[in-house]
């Protein structure tokens, strides 16, 4: 049974920092392509970085230059490194896996697997 278990998220000021992990069970987490997206409430699901199981990585435009993603094979868990945090940066925070690779993680719709979801709150 494949889980994806997020941590990390909270409340924070804008300008401030946090760090979202993602640890991955039940799957050959390396072979695994893996993306982080985000909801606001009366918004569709966006994009908002990927990282291939080659470690290639894809961002969304609004995060660009201020979010990292990375991954760490040996504890089968990919993070989000979000520095700059403005309040547009609100919302549930998701990690999810895909076997595909290349820039479709940049979609929903290619993942097989998905977490539960941490909200990150961040106050003007």
């Known amino acids: 049974q494949v889980q994806l278990e997020e941590s990390g998220g909270g409340l924070v000021q804008a300008g401030g920092s946090l760090r979202l992990s993602c640890a991955a069970s039940g799957l050959t987490f390396s072979a695994y392509g893996m993306g982080w997206f985000r909801q606001a409430p009366g918004k569709e699901r966006e994009f908002v970085a990927g990282?291939?199981?080659?470690?290639?990585?894809y961002y969304g435009d609004s995060v660009k230059g201020r979010f990292t993603i990375s991954r760490d094979n040996a504890k089968n868990t990919v993070y989000l490194q979000m520095n700059s945090l403005k309040p547009e940066d609100t919302a549930v925070y998701y990690c999810?896996?895909?076997?595909?690779?290349?820039?479709?993680?940049?979609?929903?719709?290619?993942?097989?697997?998905w977490g539960q979801g941490t909200q990150v709150t961040v106050s003007s």
């Open positions: 990282i291939t199981s080659g470690s290639t990585t």
């Open positions: 999810a896996a895909t076997t595909f690779f290349g820039p479709v993680i940049r979609s929903s719709n290619y993942y097989n697997y």
